[in-house]
Each structure stands twice: as structure tokens, then as C-alpha cells.
């Protein structure tokens, strides 16, 4: 059976929905509950994916954080290894840091209905299959 490996920041945020999706696909999970200290992993060896789920910190807060270098880490070993990861809110910002990308806090909270347009490479990526050009989603971020 393929496992992912997810990355869990607190107790109140978990798979919901995406853990069904996973069982429908035949995918098993395994957890790093990192709100009871368990270690994050050198490596992604022995995982067919990554899911980073949420938090409320900030992935600029390492020094209060130490573990989200470790996460860093994690992401860059499974990007170079072309396994597929999946972030959700803190996650995605791990991700986006682990690729490179500056990640910073915002000047204004952001929650609430946005609506979101897709770029030309969303319009064509597979995730977003028989989605609109633009939608409202519900976002959280601040």
C-alpha cells in the first residue's frame, strides 16, 4: 500500500475530508504529531507523499519554532525527490519557503470570501479541472 506522511502542527487541525479522499485512493497515512514533540524526519524515504497540514505560526517564526527548519528540510529532500506534497495554510508556506520564495507576515489579516482567478498555468493544471477561471474561496491568513 502507498503511504503519505503528514506533518499535523496541532491537534484541532487535521485531515478532515482529505483523509477520506486518501482511503478512497488506497493510500494509507502516517503522522508527525508535532504538537507532541515527535521529530520530523530526515528524509521522505519510504513515502509516496507529503501533507503539510496548518498552525498558527508563521513559517518566518524559527527561532520560537525550531522544528519548521526541520520541516524545511523534509520538503527539500521530497521536492528533490519528485514525491508529491500537498500544504495547507502553514503548510503551504513551508512549501513556498522550501522552493525558495520569500515568505513574510502580512501587513493586514486576510479572512473571510476572496475571490480567486487562476493564472494561465492554474487553467491548465490538473488540480483545477472543472473549476472556473475565477471562484470564491473562504481564506484564513494573518
Known sequence: MARVLVL????????GLIAK???QKGLGADFIKIYRNERVPNNIQGYDGLIVLGGP???????IFPFIKDEISL???ALRNDIPILGICLGAQLLAKAAGADVYKGKKKEIGWYKVELTEAGKSDGL????PDEFI??????
Open 128 to 131: 483545477f479541472i472543472g473549476l
Open 137 to 142: 474561496v473562504f481564506q484564513w491568513h494573518g
Open 57 to 63: 505560526m508563521g513559517v518566518y517564526e524559527e527561532d
Open 21 to 23: 479522499s486518501l482511503r
Open 75 to 77: 520538503i527539500k529532500n
Open 8 to 15: 499535523q502542527h496541532v491537534a484541532s487541525e487535521g485531515l
